[in-house]
């Protein structure tokens, strides 16, 4: 109801309102996501041209370190943002950096022990699961039925994709500790993924949080130093390798994984990233001349089904955590 005893305003004209961009519904969430996994889907052919006896756990950790005090550098209000925190975020960050530490120190071990197929599909393949599971359980948002097929699609694409060759009996027998690690690993993802995301809605930098994340894991991983060979690092091909992880998978994958979450919800975000052995197997073909049977190209179909289901945005969805 107008306010009777206000006094009469001017009657010009409201100014227009500043023009708006449409907003197309895969650039702002899904499509950084999906080109930070290009991005990683690049790290297991690239790691295998490290010199000969470098430690799988070594060139993980190394690259870690090495990207995540880069982002902590370079990211704007990433080294202040834990000043500007709530203890509650504060106690957030401290656990996100614990969960991206945990990453290389579960997956690359599980890699060593069961072979790259299983504990990516493993790792991969659950961290969806674990993301969507604990955003229910936080109150964060309930599973849709459209999250629910595409990320089983997903799911069944990426198991077929990487474990075609293995149904013909061929390859690496599955360890036991190798399949608790990787699951460990897409815990780890799914936990720092969620975190991540839960910040970025609060109001804070995606630069910033991931920056503050990746540079508090890679000085975690630090003192595992002593304990591995880092010797591999001081010739040309283990500085390139090393810079490259660095530089490409963690440093521009992750600004682009952060930017994403901004219009992604965390258990969407996680489910995109099985477009990584997608990325892997193609590369591994055309790459280092692996081949692959009919299964594993039919996975990679019903992988692409389901990234397309979780792409291309429901009319009226909302963002979880908005």
Known sequence: MPNRTSRPTSARPAEPAPARRPHHPLRGGPAPILTACLLWGTTGTVSSFAPAGAPAAAIGCAGLALGGILLLLTSRGARSLPARCTRSERRLLLLGAFAVAGYPVTFYPAVARTGVAVATVIALGSAPVFAGLLAWLTGRARPTARWTGATSAAVLGCTLLVLGPRLTGAGTPIDLTGVLLATFAGLSYAVYALIGGRLITHGHES????????????????????????????????????????????????????????????????????????????????VLGERLPYLSWCGLAVLGLGLVLLAVPAKGAVTEGR
């Open 207 to 286: 630069g910033a949080v991931m920056g503050a994340l990746f540079g508090a894991a890679g000085l975690l991983v630090l003192p595992f130093a002593p304990f591995v060979d880092v010797t591999w690092l001081g010739t040309v091909r283990g500085a390139a390798v090393a810079g490259y992880l660095a530089l490409f998978t963690v440093y521009v994958a992750y600004r682009l994984f952060g930017h994403g979450l901004r219009r992604t919800s965390a258990s969407a975000a996680t489910s995109l990233t099985l477009a990584e052995p997608a990325v892997a197997a193609v590369l591994g073909v055309s």
